[in-house]
């Protein structure tokens, strides 16, 4: 049996116009559906929050643990929901699901870690035993609980300058002062 009539039907002989500088997998990603500032925030979200959780980890040991595995919980669970809705924004997935379910899941998301973010870093704030890290992990708690409500923010003064709808007047056929 020869090669070629083996390899045939799935080898491309000439590949097409997508092999090029913007091959492979950064031709999925973009950065243009998000505003540049709320890509900063974005970017800040996800940064800060791994940091707040990297610092956490390194805590080795604690008398009041409950505040630290709270941190913990949440700096983890706000780095994975921003690295998620980084992802959405800047790959297909966006262009393949409703563009105003993908702006309802932020909206709720963000303000969601926010405030729970918020008051982790204040649970454990008030529960640390003063270490380098403990600081470090609750200054950088406290950083990104702001960009994610200042990202909320955003989105709530955004949404209000958008136009709104108006309902059509209803039509009466009798004259108004009768």
């Known amino acids: 049996m020869e090669n070629g009539a083996v390899y045939r039907s799935t080898t491309e002989a000439h590949p097409g116009p997508s092999r090029g500088a913007r091959s492979g997998l950064v031709s999925y990603f973009t950065l243009r559906r998000l505003k540049r500032t709320r890509l900063i925030l974005k970017l800040l ?19 009041l643990c409950g505040g630290l595995y709270f941190f913990e919980f949440v700096s983890c669970s706000a780095f994975l929901l921003s690295l998620l809705m980084l992802i959405v924004y800047c790959t297909p997935v966006y262009d393949k699901v409703d563009p105003a379910k993908v702006e309802s899941s932020d909206f709720y998301i963000t303000v969601g870690t926010g405030l729970v973010f918020l ?13 380098t890290a403990e600081l470090a992990a609750i200054v950088f708690g406290f950083l990104a609980s702001f960009v994610f409500l200042s990202d909320f923010f955003i989105m709530v003064y955004e949404k209000r300058k958008e136009p709104r709808p108006r309902k059509p007047e209803a039509t009466v056929n009798e004259p108004l002062n009768a």
């Open 119 to 131: 008051v982790a870093s204040i649970f454990f704030s008030l529960t640390h035993d003063s270490t």
């Open 45 to 63: 979200q996800l940064v800060l929050s791994l940091l707040a959780f990297i610092c956490e980890e390194v805590v080795s040991q604690c008398t």
